[in-house]
Structure formats: structure tokens, C-alpha cells
């Protein structure tokens, strides 16, 4: 898996994660800076959220160092965020700054997942 960064990979998912985190935590939060983003990942986090500001926290990722099978790799994502029925993470964007599509995955999320 040559130019596969695992720190860029955690930090453009954790971003991407809660870029759609529920936005009364936004208040509390602080903007992630964007210099040290790649800039293709940039472009794909202003495609998903505009204007909006991606945040830093509240997301945990487990993924292996080297994956045996770069085309299958376990990923493991936790948070702190409530899922309550009136406030909750609707979806998860997984990106990978060095994959020929960077967007990897989507995933959409209810408040039953708990």
C-alpha cells in the first residue's frame, strides 16, 4: 500500500464523520484547520458540507497499520455524539486521500442504531 498515509486517512475520516455531526455542537467546537488536508480531500469535503465547518473531536477509528487485503480493510468507528431521536449523526463519509476515488463510503445512519 505505497503512498497510503493511515494519519491522513484518520484525519480526513474523522472529519468527514463530523462534518455531519448534529450542528449545535458545532457552537461548541473548533474548526479544523485546513492546511495540513490534502487538497483533493479539500474539494471533496467542500462538495459534501459547503460552507459548513468540519470539526475536530468526538470520533474514535481503528484501522490496521497495513492491511493484508488493501481491498478489504476492517474499519472500527466510535463516538461520543448522542443518538437520540431529535439529535444524532446522520452518516459517515469514510475518505481515503490516496484511493483513485477518494470517497470512499457513505454511510446513512437513524437514531434506532443507538
Same mark, same amino acid.
Given at each position: 500500500?505505497?503512498? &497510503?498515509?493511515? !494519519? #491522513? ?7 468527514? &464523520? ?11 467546537? !473548533? ?11 479539500? /474539494?471533496?469535503?467542500?462538495?459534501? &458540507?459547503?460552507? !459548513? ?9 481503528? %484501522? ?16 461520543? #455524539? ?9 452518516? %459517515? ?10 470517497? #470512499?463510503?457513505? &454511510?446513512?445512519?437513524?437514531? /434506532?442504531?443507538?
Amino acid at each position: 500500500m505505497s503512498g &497510503f498515509s493511515r !494519519r #491522513l486517512f484518520l484525519q480526513a475520516s474523522g472529519l468527514a &464523520f463530523l462534518g455531519l455531526a448534529v450542528r449545535r455542537l458545532a457552537a461548541l467546537a !473548533r474548526p479544523r484547520p485546513w492546511a495540513d488536508v490534502p487538497w483533493k480531500v479539500q /474539494q471533496v469535503l467542500k462538495r459534501l &458540507f459547503g460552507d !459548513r465547518p468540519v470539526l475536530d473531536g468526538h470520533v474514535q477509528l481503528d %484501522v490496521p497499520t497495513v492491511a493484508a487485503d488493501g481491498r478489504v480493510v476492517p474499519v472500527m468507528i466510535e463516538s461520543d #455524539l448522542p443518538m437520540a431521536a431529535d439529535r444524532y449523526v446522520k452518516a %459517515v463519509h469514510l475518505l481515503v486521500d490516496n484511493n483513485p476515488d477518494i470517497h #470512499l463510503a457513505e &454511510f446513512r445512519l437513524t437514531p /434506532q442504531i443507538g
